[in-house]
Structure formats: structure tokens, C-alpha cells
């Protein structure tokens, strides 16, 4: 059970563009999702939380006009991340938390993104 | 503030040797720990958790971990490793604040399991 899915597992963009990533509950509902940035080598870095039906919350220094989250559905996250440049290559993971406590979450396999 | 101590970037380990993965955190809030692997190009897998309760908390694949309240750490163990387990390993706390609950993670460990 708990099992996160993101769509796609890996993409290449042109500079410019805009790519959406998807991440879905499969088995359960989850209230709340969170989004994160992970360079190689390096930790997770949240940058926005979404809850249901509400606008996301981000980070200090995500800009929230370039990385678009929506939360339509209690199974469904996208991040969009629009006008896409180089420095935005990176692996991007979701997790999903069944409830507004965050003491489990589940990740998603994450999104390669690759912008040439 | 909080904060996640990882304090070994790597750590190398010999088949069937036990390891030790060492995590400090501070806080002047009530946490809730966590350890994850991650294997290449993939997402995070929960290994254990703690919450409340035993302070000896046995997770997946043979791993455990035990909270020290004193001593603010969190600290995984195996007692004999695997090739398998070659792998990146966060620490990671959760707490409340401001009406929601924050994430933060370590800087992670690589264990490298040699055969």
C-alpha cells in the first residue's frame, strides 16, 4: 500500500519551454503533497506543500510563478515548471501524506528533468 | 531553529560487517525521526520511523535505529550488511509549526557495502 507514482520519469525540454510533471496517489488519498528539488549528490530541498483544493505554500526563494503546482484532486499534484532554463535541470520528487499530520509521507520515484 | 546532522558523507563497510549511520538533529520542539534509502535515480523508501513509545525502533530490511532523547540523535544500524545495501541514507525530522507540519532532511550518507 501508499504507493506515489510521477509521470514522467524522465524529460528533456528546450530552453524556454514549459514541462508538467505529474504525481499521483495510487492506493490512498492524500490530503496534503509535497514537492522537492534534489541536486546530484545533495539532500532534498522542499519547496512547496500543497494541500487539496488550496493554493500551494512555498518555500522561501521557490519562485512561485515559474514553479506552478496544482492540486485538483485529492490523488493528483502537477508541477509545471514553466519557462524552463539549464539551471532548472534537476530531480524533482513528490510525497504524499494520507493526512494534514505529517508524520508519514511517501515519495514518488521522481522526474529526471533535463532543459538543453 | 531545527536542524539534521549527518555526520559521515560515506561511509565504506565490508560485507557482513555491522554499520552504523550516525544522525543528530536539534530542536526546541517535539520531533518525530525518520530514516530513508534511496538507490540511484529513484525516489525515497521509508526504513523506519519513530514517533512515540520504545525507543528501539526496527525497520525493513534489517535495519534499526534508537532514539536518544539526551544525546539528540537518531542513529541506524545493521548488524551485517549486504551488497544490496549500497545506497544514499537520509536522516530526517518532522515537527510543527505555524499550524503545519515541516520536513527536513539530512545531508545524507552514502553506504558503500564492499564485497
Known amino acids: 500500500g501508499a504507493v506515489v507514482s510521477q509521470h514522467p520519469s524522465w524529460v528533456i525540454c528546450k530552453s524556454g519551454t514549459s514541462v508538467k510533471i505529474e504525481c499521483r496517489s495510487l492506493d490512498f488519498q492524500a490530503t496534503t503533497m509535497f514537492w522537492y528539488r534534489q541536486f546530484p549528490k545533495q539532500s532534498l530541498m522542499l519547496m512547496a506543500t500543497?494541500?487539496?483544493?488550496?493554493?500551494?505554500?512555498?518555500e522561501q526563494g521557490v519562485e512561485k510563478d515559474k514553479f506552478l503546482i496544482n492540486h485538483a484532486s485529492l490523488t493528483l499534484s502537477t508541477l509545471t515548471v514553466t519557462s524552463a532554463h539549464p539551471e532548472d535541470s534537476s530531480f524533482y520528487i513528490c510525497s504524499a501524506s494520507p493526512r494534514t499530520g505529517v508524520y508519514e509521507q511517501y515519495f514518488g520515484p521522481g522526474t529526471r528533468l533535463t532543459v538543453t | 531553529a531545527q536542524s539534521v546532522t549527518q555526520l559521515d558523507s560515506q561511509v565504506p563497510v565490508f560485507e557482513e560487517a555491522p554499520v552504523e549511520l550516525r544522525c543528530n538533529y536539534s530542536?526546541?520542539?517535539?520531533?518525530?525521526l525518520f530514516w530513508y534509502v534511496q538507490y540511484p535515480n529513484q525516489g525515497l523508501q521509508l526504513l523506519l520511523k519513530y514517533l512515540s513509545g520504545s525507543t528501539l525502533v526496527k525497520g525493513i530490511n534489517g535495519f534499526e535505529a534508537e532514539f536518544n532523547k539526551s544525546q539528540t540523535s537518531f542513529h541506524l544500524r545493521k548488524p551485517s550488511v549486504h551488497i544490496s545495501d549500497t545506497a544514499e541514507y537520509f536522516c530526517?525530522?518532522?515537527?510543527?509549526?505555524?499550524?503545519?507540519?515541516?520536513?527536513?532532511f539530512g545531508t545524507g550518507t552514502r553506504l558503500k557495502v564492499l564485497a
Open positions: 530526517a525530522v518532522s515537527y510543527h509549526t505555524s499550524g503545519t507540519y515541516k520536513y527536513i
Open positions: 530542536s526546541s520542539v517535539s520531533v518525530y
Open positions: 500543497s494541500n487539496e483544493g488550496s493554493k500551494a505554500t512555498y
